[in-house]
């Protein structure tokens, strides 16, 4: 980010950056090359401190140089106003792009804490990637996470549209995945875009059948994801579909299918099920 962006957009709340007069002027031509934004109503960064008081942001445009380099920094949440300063030499990043830093209230061990959370099917600790591919299952770039000195990429760039089915099912589910569950993987088929774009990737689930008796409370349905994150499931259904926001809190989503694919997935699904 530039420092306009960094000490503009970045920190007025409500005011999406993406689609702005200052985006266009930094990047003319970007919305024509088809760019879509996941960012849209501008809260996004300030959800962080709801994990910690203590933020720091260091950036440096892609057209920058290692001295340009910028340090936004919070002490004290929103309690105190922000630092912004050039960063210092060990500081400085080498290539272009944004890390974003925060000191946990709460350490992620303990109960309550993102790795060990009350609502698990068991109490045990959750890994990090797990964690990671479950909240972000259809990400367009490549995904990795670092525990310790363990680094290891935890996905692909849209690599939900070509790995097996079971493994796809295993990616949304939380906890272990039921038998009856995997029995329906063969079934996940392609669902797509007017463009020919897979923009999903699911199956019916047939509860009524002894295969899907198991079927219960541990995550079997259908995630609709925006911008590669979870956002809303739908039951019955078992894989992944693309939507939109329709709501700040993206905590719902539409799926960006047209009536005439969803017609046409429902028939071989139904040819499936019947076989």
Not at 62 to 82: H, K, N, V
Not at 153 to 176: F, M
């Amino acid at each position: 980010m530039s420092l306009e962006v960094l000490t503009g957009p970045l920190l007025d709340f409500g005011q999406s950056y993406w689609g702005s007069p200052m985006m266009l002027r930094d990047y003319p031509g970007l919305l024509a090359k088809g760019f879509q934004p996941s960012g849209q109503y501008g809260i996004g960064f300030f959800s962080i401190f709801m994990w910690g008081h203590h933020v720091r942001v260091i950036t440096r445009r892609f057209d920058g140089s290692m001295q340009d380099t910028r340090i936004l920094e919070f002490q004290t949440a929103l309690g105190g106003r922000p630092i912004v300063r050039g960063a210092t030499e060990d500081e400085r990043l080498a290539d272009g792009g944004t890390i974003v830093r925060v000191w946990l209230r709460k350490s992620p061990f303990e109960d309550g804490g993102f790795l060990k959370s009350s609502v698990e099917v068991s109490p045990r600790r959750r890994a990090l990637r797990d964690l990671c591919s479950w909240l972000c299952p259809s990400l367009d770039v490549d995904l990795f996470c670092q525990e310790g000195k363990t680094r290891q990429k935890v996905l692909t760039a849209s690599d939900w549209t070509v790995i097996p089915a079971e493994r796809l099912l295993k990616r949304i589910i939380r906890g272990e995945v039921d038998a009856g569950v995997l029995t329906f993987a063969r079934n996940i088929k392609p669902v797509f875009g007017g463009s020919g774009q897979i923009v999903g990737r699911l199956c019916i689930l047939d509860i009524s059948s002894s295969e899907g008796s198991g079927i219960g409370p541990r995550g079997a349905r259908a995630v609709i994801t925006a911008g590669g994150l979870r956002s809303c499931v739908m039951s019955g259904l078992a894989g992944i579909l693309l939507g939109e926001p329709v709501r700040a809190a993206r905590d719902a989503a539409k799926p960006i299918v047209e009536r005439h694919e969803v017609q046409r997935w429902a028939s071989e699904q139904a040819s499936l099920l019947s076989s």
